[in-house]
């Protein structure tokens, strides 16, 4: 089967501009997640999708972040402004359900860099 | 809240050597555990959990890890380095309730010399 797809793989832009990253799950994976990884750390979820609506949020900035999963397949997770503390890896990844015992299946993540 | 402590930010080891990266759990519910691997400019990938089913729990490429509720530890193991497990490992916890979300260590470079 076809992995998780990400695009852009890398992305440079300069603070105060704004920066889209998109997401393709696995064929009939329902629960989508997007993950943060600054270097040096773990992954630390952004946001959690059960098709096409939101189940957590709780960690993302909402005042820059946001996220859509529209018809609940493919997703965009959008910074507009960015800010320098932004640089980091963003991780895409996808279960068939929500939960522990279905294991996340990741893509190889967008790299930003904040100028 | 849950968290993971991963011990030592790197670990290097020889070819053929016992690996051992430390992974120490908080958790006010019983958890689920996981480690995971990740090779430069990759994706994460599973390499075992445990679920509450047996305490020894292995997974892909001989790793090994074993829950111990006393110690609130769930430590990877492999009897044998090679070359290719070069790479961060991250321990993660989840609750076995609710959202079930993914909280990960700060991760374990594990370097393998010839």
């Known amino acids: 089967e076809a992995g998780v797809a990400q695009s852009p793989r890398y992305k440079i832009i300069e603070k105060r501009q704004s920066v889209a990253f998109w997401c393709n799950p696995i064929s009939g994976h329902a ?36 996220a859509e999963r529209l018809k609940g397949v493919d997703s965009t997770l959008k910074i507009q402004p960015a800010k320098l503390e932004d640089s980091a890896v963003y991780l895409c990844a996808s279960s068939l359900e929500p939960g522990g015992l279905q294991p996340q299946h990741f893509g190889d993540g967008t790299r930003l860099s904040i100028l | 809240a849950q968290s993971v402590t991963q011990l030592g930010s790197h670990v290097s080891v020889s070819e053929g050597a016992l690996v051992l990266l430390r992974c120490n759990y908080s958790s006010s519910v019983p958890p689920y555990l996981f480690w995971y691997v990740q090779y430069p400019n990759q ?53 076995n309730t609710g959202f079930q979300k993914l909280v990960f260590g700060t991760g374990t470079r594990l370097l393998v010399s010839p």
């Open chain 2, 43 to 95: 994706g994460l990938q599973l390499l075992l959990k445990y679920t509450s089913a047996a305490t020894l729990v292995k997974g892909i490429n001989g790793f090994e890890a074993e829950f111990k509720k006393s110690e609130t530890s769930f430590h990877l193991t492999k009897p044998s380095a090679h070359m290719s497990d070069a790479a961060e490992y991250f321990c993660a916890v989840s609750q």
């Open chain 1, 31 to 66: 629960t989508l997640y997007w993950y943060q990884q600054i270097l040096g750390q773990g992954p630390k979820l952004l946001i959690q999708f059960q098709n096409n609506g939101v189940v957590d949020d709780s960690q993302l900035p909402k005042d820059r972040f946001s």
